[in-house]
Structures are given as structure tokens and as C-alpha cells.
């Protein structure tokens, strides 16, 4: 069986004395591929519209499209542009690491306020309010012409713009659950890795419940409180997932994948994938090899 590539992992050439990385670049470039960092990356487009990959995320990106990534989080953008065209100017980049976030939250008490929107941003954020973005783009432009304390005042400038705007979406699934009782959070990793080893068989509420020790009904609402979702969805979600990963890294058949991730019809399994990422299996595996083998 054909296996496609894995997303590559790009070193970002960060500057001993600089906290924050700018880079801009045309189409095609050969940063234009399936990879990821180590550090976050906020990503103004400045030209052409595409598709954007983030995770198991695919959408449509155009002119003042900004999303900002998390570390190691794999992503690309794949331009809709003729065959011999060149763009010269497409992506903004700002590059920042991991341990600068963590430097600021111990040394400044008001940075701390932001750990939901690192959270958030390790599974991508698109940024949607267009009125806020226009305040941003000259940010961007007076981080690329500068150094230094300007440099690193203007990017918190901008972090504190990006953390109030309200219209975004979270772009990558996720199962992660931010629980701070360790009861609960023992009981629902129990769940969520009996789902994980049993996903590709018959799942009923009744089983799953028995083996957490709870009644049917407690552990319906139980998993809802935990989740914020219903556990045939969760259950299914994660399935679409698994077979989102086979059309993306394999040629297997799509009704093979189908039954391997658990469905018993292809009708349901297509309904399904529908729902969740508004495009056909089909659709996805076309668009996901315009992401993995570009470059």
C-alpha cells in the first residue's frame, strides 16, 4: 500500500538576541509544504486564494486570512494559481517560541490571563473579525521594519489585539478536556482510551458505562458535562478522524475505510463526514494531496 509523506519538521533559524521571528515570502516558495515547528506561528495572507491545512482541518483561505498555529501542529497553504504564475508577496509570518510565552507569564502577572487563547491556538485559531484585522496588518508591517524593544513592543500590541477578538473558530479536533478534578479526569481518560482501543467495533453507552462502574443514564450525563458532548458524537468524531488519517496517508479505498473506522454503511459514514468537515471523503482525500505532496 502507497504511504504519502509525514509533515516535515522545519528548524526555525531564530536569532540568539530576537524573541520574535518575521519572514515573508511569494508562491511557490519552498517553505510552501506539509510541516511544522517547534514555535507558534501567526499567518497573514497577503494574496491568492487556496486551501489551508491545519491538523486534520481543510478550508479556504483568501487575502487577510489570519490564523496563528501552535507548536507542532502541521500545516499548510496551497495557492489556486496558474500554472506559470508567481506571486511575490503571499504569506506574513511571526514566529514565536513556546518558552518566550512561558517567560513572559512568570515575569508579567498580566500575561497569565492569556493561557485559554495558548490553548486554543495549539489547535489553530482563524481569526474572523475583518475590522480587527485591519488594525493588525500595519502591525505586522511595523514588525517587519523594526528590532529590538520596538520590535517586541509592537507583537505585544498585537497579542493583546488577537486575545480580544471574539469571531474566531478553533480549527484542528481536539479530545482534550481541561478537568481539574483528578476523579473525574481518571474516569474520563478511562473512557476516552476505551474508545480510542475500541473505536473500530461496536461501542454501546451500556458497555462503556459498565466499565467505568456507572449507570447508563449517569454516565450519559456525566459524559456530556465532561466532553460538552454526546457520546455517540464523541465517539464518532473520533472515528471521522481515523478516517480522515487513512484518506490523507493511504490509497485504501474509501468504503474499506468505511468499515475500518467502525461504521457498518458507507451512507451513515458519508452522512457523517459530511456533517463534520462539510466535504465528501472524496473531496478530502483530493484536497489533502494537494497539501502533502505540494513542494
Known amino acids: 500500500m502507497k504511504q504519502r509523506i509525514q509533515p516535515e519538521f522545519e528548524w526555525?533559524?531564530?536569532?540568539?538576541?530576537?524573541?520574535?521571528?518575521?519572514?515573508?515570502?511569494?508562491?511557490?516558495?519552498?517553505?510552501?509544504?506539509?510541516?511544522?515547528h517547534d514555535e507558534y506561528e501567526l499567518h497573514l495572507i497577503t494574496a491568492t486564494t487556496g486551501k489551508v491545512f491545519i491538523g486534520d482541518y481543510?478550508?479556504?483561505?483568501?487575502?487577510?486570512?489570519?490564523?496563528?498555529?501552535?507548536?507542532?501542529?502541521?500545516?499548510?497553504?496551497?495557492?489556486q494559481i496558474g500554472r506559470d504564475e508567481q506571486i511575490d508577496l503571499r504569506d506574513r509570518v511571526v514566529n514565536f517560541s513556546p518558552e518566550f510565552v512561558?517567560?513572559?507569564?512568570?515575569?508579567?502577572?498580566?500575561?497569565?490571563?492569556?493561557?485559554?487563547?495558548?490553548?486554543?491556538?495549539?489547535?489553530?485559531?482563524?481569526?474572523l473579525d475583518t475590522d480587527k484585522i485591519q488594525q493588525i496588518v500595519p502591525l505586522f508591517e511595523e514588525i517587519a521594519t523594526s528590532s529590538g524593544l520596538k520590535r517586541l513592543?509592537?507583537?505585544?500590541?498585537?497579542?493583546?489585539?488577537?486575545?480580544?477578538?471574539s469571531d474566531y473558530r478553533v480549527l484542528s479536533s481536539s479530545a482534550y478536556v481541561p478537568i481539574q478534578d483528578s476523579k473525574i479526569l481518571h474516569r474520563l481518560n478511562l473512557v476516552?482510551?476505551?474508545?480510542?482501543?475500541?473505536y473500530d467495533s461496536e461501542i454501546t453507552l451500556d458497555e462503556i458505562a459498565k466499565h467505568v462502574d456507572m449507570s447508563p443514564t449517569y454516565f450519559s450525563k456525566f459524559f456530556k458535562k465532561s466532553t460538552g458532548q454526546r457520546f455517540v458524537e464523541f465517539v464518532n468524531?473520533?472515528?471521522?478522524?481515523?478516517?480522515?488519517?487513512?484518506?490523507?496517508?493511504?490509497?485504501?479505498?474509501?468504503?474499506?475505510?468505511?468499515?475500518?473506522?467502525?461504521f457498518n454503511n458507507i451512507a451513515n459514514f458519508n452522512r457523517r463526514?459530511?456533517?463534520?468537515?462539510?466535504?465528501?471523503?472524496?473531496?478530502?482525500?483530493k484536497t489533502s494531496i494537494g497539501a502533502l505532496y505540494i513542494g
Open 12 to 36: 526555525v533559524d531564530q536569532q540568539a538576541d530576537a524573541s520574535i521571528r518575521y519572514l515573508e515570502h511569494g508562491y511557490p516558495s519552498p517553505l510552501v509544504r506539509w510541516h511544522y
Open 237 to 262: 468524531g473520533m472515528r471521522i478522524n481515523k478516517a480522515c488519517e487513512h484518506l490523507a496517508h493511504t490509497d485504501e479505498p474509501i468504503t474499506d475505510i468505511c468499515f475500518t473506522v467502525g
Open 153 to 165: 513592543t509592537r507583537f505585544l500590541t498585537l497579542i493583546e489585539l488577537l486575545a480580544s477578538i
Open 273 to 285: 463526514f459530511f456533517a463534520l468537515k462539510e466535504m465528501t471523503p472524496s473531496e478530502y482525500r
Open 102 to 127: 512561558r517567560g513572559c507569564e512568570s515575569v508579567f502577572q498580566e500575561m497569565r490571563v492569556l493561557a485559554p487563547f495558548w490553548e486554543r491556538a495549539s489547535y489553530g485559531i482563524e481569526f
Open 192 to 198: 476516552i482510551n476505551y474508545i480510542f482501543e475500541h
Open 58 to 79: 481543510i478550508g479556504n483561505f483568501s487575502p487577510g486570512s489570519l490564523i496563528l498555529v501552535g507548536p507542532q501542529l502541521p500545516h499548510n497553504w496551497v495557492s
